[in-house]
């Protein structure tokens, strides 16, 4: 993790790759666009549930959710294929 401009940014090899704010998005849709946070610092609005796999399964079943797919939205560019 890297702060470049006041945002903490996910790093894959050197590179900072995704900005932190992606992980603790899920909620935004429910908020006026208007409001919606631009920045965001890792130890504060990530939960451990976005990357620790204990609390994620924790996350979901306090959510009634004991089952899921998971398919990832977007690779780093690092793992991309051209």
Known sequence: MVE???VDWWVVGDEPA???INPSRASDRFEDAGTR??????????RP???EPDA??????SDGVYGVR???ASA??????S
């Open 70 to 72: 998971a398919v990832p």
């Open 49 to 51: 549930g976005g990357y």
């Open 4 to 6: 470049e401009d006041g």
């Open 37 to 46: 946070r631009r920045r965001v610092k890792f130890e504060q609005d990530v």
């Open 18 to 20: 995704v900005p932190a």
């Open 76 to 81: 780093p560019p690092s793992t991309q294929q």
């Open 56 to 61: 994620w399964i924790r996350d979901n079943e």
